[in-house]
């Protein structure tokens, strides 16, 4: 099985992004053939500061491996590395109906706030389809918010297979029985733990680099107290009983099926107690739920609790972070290998993709 997924470079990377996504392809590297990336040109469409792109992206290779990817078991690159996703995403735009695109979240949200959308922003799940059929992925692991792109991807291969495979049939596309062409692009589902799909920031909205509403992985210890310190919380008093994500916390972080909420809506009444479920081990969190229930701490309590749980969790990562720092020369050896490796399985794919379409 083919696994691939990659992280933007847009900003400090954060747990949402580990127990979202990183966390999985973590475990995935040891099972199946992995293939994860720093998706160097998304982030384009947010950081328009040169150094600072470049310093964003060497830092997003570095917590991966400082999380635990092994470059040997999988392959690390960065998106800009192998070009064919560039013209992979143009011969897609031929068939992605601007439709589609009309009703990407990203965008609409962004027109909604009443902010004039870049053509960047518009084409984003263009090329990240591209990203993902250019590998031939089987599964994505992605949290929730990715959910729509993935489905674009899976829509735009079967027309582009459909247009230019002879043979294909949308109900049999990998051409299994007899009469049918296997598509050339393979259809991709989104691989979601549904536990951690949406983990929430301080102020209960998606926890996201663009909302700087993070708790970052590699941030300094000061800044980190800061944001734990700063959770958004209500002024139940020390010993009350406190709101529990429950039936009216539903309402906003559940939206009604087939639709996801908007990029900027609640997904969280109570940020603190949904942190500490995802970052506390299964035991320690039913203890902490039932003090939480009883009205047992003040939230200032429940907030250090947190805190140790990231430095139980991210401590050794912290450390080998700050190792990786001071070796700029391996890290580069890695992605250099990582890019030859995902170049040969791109430039595979895009010979037959070329053939198909009359590009000589
Ligand atoms: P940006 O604000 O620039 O979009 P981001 O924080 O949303 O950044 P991405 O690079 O867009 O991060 O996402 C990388 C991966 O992390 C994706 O698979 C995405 O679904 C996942 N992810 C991001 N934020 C969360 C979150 N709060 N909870 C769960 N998964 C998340
Ligand atoms: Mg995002």
Known sequence: ?????????SG????GNYYGAIRQFVQFQD?????????????????REPKRALELTREAAMAYLALGLDPKKAVLFRQSDVKEVLELNWLLGVVAPVAHLERAHSYKDK??????????LFAYPVLMAADILLYSAD???????????????RDWAVKFNMQYVPGYDPADPDGKEKGHAPGILKLPSAYIQSSTQTVPGIDGRKMSKSYGNTIDLFGDEKELKKRIMSIKTDSTP??????????????TSEAPEGTQP?????????????????MLPEADFRDVDASWRAGGKGYGDYKKRLLEAFHATFGPARQRYAELSADPGELERIL???????????????????RAVGIP
């Not at 400090?12 to 747990?15: F, P, W």
């Not at 990582?338 to 595979?348: D, F, H, L, T, V």
């Open 12 to 15: 400090k990377l954060h747990i």
């Open 336 to 354: 250099h290998d990582g890019a030859n490796r995902a170049r040969e399985e791109a430039s595979r794919l895009m010979e037959k993709v070329r």
């Open 139 to 153: 599964a994505v692991p992605v949290g929730k918010d990715q959910i729509q792109h993935i489905e674009f991807a």
């Open 262 to 278: 908007g990029e900027g809506a609640l997904v969280s009444k109570v940020p603190l107690y949904d942190l500490l479920k995802v």
């Open 1 to 9: 099985m083919r696994i691939l997924s990659g992280v933007q470079s």
């Open 31 to 47: 099972t199946a053939d992995a293939y994860y990336f720093i998706a160097n040109y998304h982030s384009l469409n947010e950081v």
């Open 111 to 120: 027109v909604a706030q009443g902010k004039s959308p870049d053509f960047g």
């Open 238 to 251: 020390v010993e009350a009983p406190k709101p529990v994500p429950g039936a009216e916390a539903k309402e």
